[in-house]
C-alpha cells in the first residue's frame, strides 16, 4: 500500500504490463444490497432506489483481477482509490511515484461499461495508438469467438488517463456492465467470466507498442480549446450543447431517473419523498 491507500502487486520480474481498476463505487445508500441473476446471466439489484448502485463499476475489474493474482499472471497489479471522486489516487502515483511506472509500456483498465470497446481516447485526448488497439482487441477476440472488442474513441476521464504522459499505451476494456452509478446498473455476469478466461491465457507479447507518451495528441477533442476561448462559464456551456451534455451524463451512468431524483433534491431539499417515474 502506498500512502494514498493504493494497492499494488507485482508478478514478473519487471512486467511490461499494467493491469488496473479502481475499489471505490457511486453510492449514496449503506448497508446489505440484494442481487439477483437472471436466466441470461444478467446480475441487478433486486430492490434497486435511488442512492443505490450494483458496485459493478469497478468490482468487476476488481474479481476479474484478483483471479489473474491468484492464477499468477505476469503484470503489475494496481487497485486505485478514489477514481470516482476524480482519480485521486492515480493522480497520486503520477505526482508522486512515477518511477513505478518506469518499465511499464502498456496500462490496461478493467473499468468500461459495455462488451466490446479498446478505449483509445479519454477526456480530450489520445492514450493509446490505434496499432495497440487493434492488437489487444485480436489478441482477446482469437482467445473467444463470442467476443467483438475493437478499437472505440468515446472514453470519459478514468485513472490510466493520469498516466497518458508517462506510459505509451493506455487503454480501458469493457468489463460487461451497464447503468453504472445508479440503482439500475446491471453486469453481464458470463460475459465477464469468460474475459477473465481470455486474461488466463493472454499473451501479451502479441500488443503492439507504438505510442510517443511525450506528443500529447487532440486529434478527436482539438475544437475544445478554441471554444473555451469564448465560453468559460460552464453552465452556458451546457445550454450551448445540450444533447453533448445529456450523452456525457449517460456515458459516465447517469440514468434518467437519477436527474430526475437531482432535479426532485434540488426543488424540495431532500429526497425523502421522491419516487422514480415509470414511463407509460
Not at 472514453?155 to 480501458?172: L, M, Q, R, S
Request: charged share 25%.
Amino acid at each position: 500500500m502506498d500512502g494514498f491507500g493504493n494497492r499494488m502487486f507485482t508478478i514478473g520480474d519487471r512486467p511490461r504490463v499494467m493491469w488496473s481498476c479502481h475499489v471505490d463505487t457511486v453510492a449514496a445508500r449503506g448497508g446489505q444490497q440484494d442481487v439477483g441473476i437472471d436466466e441470461r446471466g444478467i446480475a441487478s439489484l433486486c430492490d434497486g432506489r435511488p442512492g443505490m448502485s450494483l458496485g459493478a463499476d469497478d468490482g468487476a475489474g476488481v474479481w476479474i483481477m484478483l483471479n489473474m493474482i491468484a492464477a499468477g499472471r505476469p503484470g503489475l497489479y494496481l487497485f486505485h482509490r478514489g477514481e470516482e471522486r476524480g482519480c485521486l489516487g492515480s493522480q497520486w502515483i503520477q505526482r508522486n511515484n512515477p518511477e513505478l511506472l518506469k518499465d511499464i509500456g502498456a496500462a490496461i483498465a478493467f473499468d468500461r461499461a459495455g462488451l466490446g470497446d479498446v478505449i483509445t481516447h479519454q477526456s480530450y485526448g489520445r492514450t493509446c495508438s490505434d496499432a495497440f488497439a487493434a492488437s489487444l482487441a485480436s489478441a482477446i477476440n482469437d482467445l473467444d469467438r463470442a467476443f467483438r472488442y475493437a478499437p472505440d474513441n468515446t472514453g470519459v476521464f478514468t485513472d490510466t488517463n493520469e498516466y497518458a504522459g508517462i506510459i505509451p499505451e493506455c487503454t480501458n476494456l469493457s468489463v460487461g456492465y451497464y447503468g453504472q452509478h445508479g440503482p439500475r446498473e446491471t453486469l453481464d455476469v458470463d460475459h465477464c467470466e469468460k474475459l477473465l478466461a481470455a486474461m488466463l491465457e493472454f499473451d501479451a507479447s502479441l500488443l503492439v507498442i507504438e505510442r510517443d507518451p511525450s506528443a500529447q495528441e487532440d486529434d478527436r477533442w482539438g475544437w475544445f480549446h478554441s471554444y473555451r476561448g469564448h465560453c468559460d462559464d460552464f453552465a452556458d456551456a451546457v445550454a450551448d450543447y445540450p444533447w453533448l451534455a445529456a450523452r456525457m451524463l449517460e456515458e459516465c451512468g447517469c440514468t434518467l431517473d437519477d436527474f430526475r431524483m437531482a432535479v426532485w433534491v434540488e426543488e424540495m431539499g431532500d429526497d425523502s419523498g421522491y419516487r422514480p417515474l415509470m414511463a407509460s
